[in-house]
């Protein structure tokens, strides 16, 4: 790209080749500038759209800088600037849901990259977008015919809706996440059982004391907080050290999947909060049993 010095993290603006009308199908709205129109040709002005990413990484976010700016492809000091930037869309996944999010990304007129009369005229896909208000299903029959009508001998395949386009891609992934939210539900329901069955067992090894100290007057409430103390202890201690781990797990995650680096903190939090709610409540039980202990039932048994 000429006027920017490349590094050695400096990341490679992807590309796509798209035709007039392209943004409004697939309801990406504008930023500024202009959509490309059936005037930008291989014969006219090379012109180019560009997202919010491109801007902020060789224009510094300035978007009016941008539309008053001109690249071009290669290397070395000879590169010919000859591509303006037309216009300015939001930063989207442009590759596929998983893509690295922020990659500076530009698309340019697909007339202006392939001619009827070139060498690749013989195998040269492309993806079609339509849209619609109705039952996209509807149109499948009717999407076929005018194809046909253009040329018959045009293959058509992958001829689906947008909502399944995104199932499918997202398929493996929402399989993995159930796999991983009932894992998770599974580990939960285990440590809530081994709390509720460790204070339990507390409870029934302080027996004696716990009677002793209600014979000499301790009231009820004083053994219910003292059982909430221990509770407190275990879930501070088992939180933090959770919470270092999982966040050691989920930067190591995200060196792999850049993705999970944006998980919202609020999430984070939100977990935490539930465990320790659904530990407080494993204990409920061993906390109310411990305060209507019998003092001289207690102590008879001991």
């Not at 894992?183 to 004696?208: D, E, N």
């Given at each position: 790209?000429?006027?920017?010095?490349?590094?050695d993290?400096?990341?490679?603006?992807d590309?796509?080749?798209?035709?007039?009308?392209?943004?409004?199908?697939?309801?990406?709205?504008?930023?500024?500038?202009?959509?490309f129109?059936?005037?930008?040709?291989?014969?006219?002005?090379?012109?180019?759209?560009?997202?919010?990413?491109?801007?902020?990484h060789?224009?510094?976010?300035?978007?009016?800088?941008?539309?008053?700016?001109?690249?071009g492809?290669?290397?070395?000091?000879?590169?010919?600037?000859?591509?303006?930037?037309?216009?300015?869309?939001?930063t989207?996944?442009a590759?596929?849901?998983?893509?690295?999010?922020?990659?500076p990304?530009?698309?340019?007129?697909?007339?202006?990259?392939?001619?009827?009369d070139?060498?690749?005229r013989?195998n040269?896909?492309?993806?079609?977008?339509v849209?619609?208000?109705?039952?996209?299903a509807?149109?499948?029959?009717?999407v076929?015919?005018?194809?046909?009508?253009?040329?018959?001998?045009?293959?058509?395949?992958?001829?689906?809706?947008?909502?399944?386009?995104?199932?499918?891609?997202?398929?493996e992934?929402?399989?993995?996440?159930?796999?991983?939210?009932?894992?998770?539900?599974?580990?939960?329901?285990?440590?809530?059982?081994?709390?509720?069955s460790?204070?339990?067992?507390?409870?029934?090894?302080?027996?004696?004391?716990?009677?002793?100290?209600?014979a000499?007057?301790?009231?009820?409430?004083?053994?219910?907080?003292?059982?909430a103390?221990?509770?407190?202890?275990?879930?501070i201690?088992?939180?933090?050290?959770?919470?270092?781990?999982?966040?050691?797990?989920?930067?190591?995650?995200a060196?792999?999947?850049?993705?999970?680096?944006?998980?919202?903190?609020?999430?984070?939090?939100?977990?935490?909060?539930?465990?320790?709610?659904?530990?407080?409540?494993?204990?409920?039980w061993?906390?109310?049993?411990?305060a209507?202990i019998?003092?001289?039932?207690a102590?008879?048994?001991e």
């Amino acid at each position: 790209m000429a006027g920017h010095a490349r590094g050695d993290d400096d990341p490679t603006p992807d590309q796509n080749w798209i035709t007039p009308g392209f943004f409004s199908t697939i309801r990406v709205p504008l930023l500024a500038g202009r959509e490309f129109t059936e005037q930008d040709t291989a014969k006219s002005e090379k012109v180019a759209i560009v997202d919010e990413a491109f801007v902020k990484h060789y224009f510094g976010g300035d978007v009016e800088k941008a539309l008053r700016g001109q690249f071009g492809f290669g290397g070395g000091d000879h590169i010919k600037l000859d591509i303006r930037i037309v216009g300015v869309i939001p930063t989207i996944r442009a590759t596929s849901l998983t893509s690295t999010p922020g990659v500076p990304f530009l698309y340019l007129p697909y007339d202006q990259s392939y001619s009827p009369d070139g060498p690749d005229r013989r195998n040269h896909p492309a993806s079609f977008y339509v849209s619609t208000n109705t039952n996209p299903a509807q149109l499948v029959n009717a999407v076929r015919s005018l194809v046909h009508s253009i040329d018959r001998n045009l293959p058509i395949t992958g001829l689906e809706t947008m909502e399944e386009r995104l199932n499918a891609a997202i398929f493996e992934t929402r399989r993995v996440s159930t796999l991983s939210v009932a894992m998770g539900g599974l580990a939960l329901a285990l440590a809530a059982i081994g709390l509720y069955s460790l204070l339990a067992f507390v409870v029934t090894q302080r027996k004696h004391e716990i009677g002793v100290q209600m014979a000499l007057g301790a009231h009820r409430q004083h053994i219910s907080t003292l059982v909430a103390k221990q509770v407190s202890l275990l879930i501070i201690g088992g939180l933090s050290v959770g919470s270092v781990l999982g966040w050691a797990g989920l930067r190591m995650l995200a060196s792999r999947d850049a993705t999970l680096g944006h998980t919202p903190l609020w999430l984070l939090a939100s977990t935490g909060f539930g465990l320790a709610g659904l530990m407080f409540l494993a204990a409920v039980w061993p906390a109310l049993h411990a305060a209507s202990i019998d003092p001289m039932q207690a102590l008879r048994t001991e």
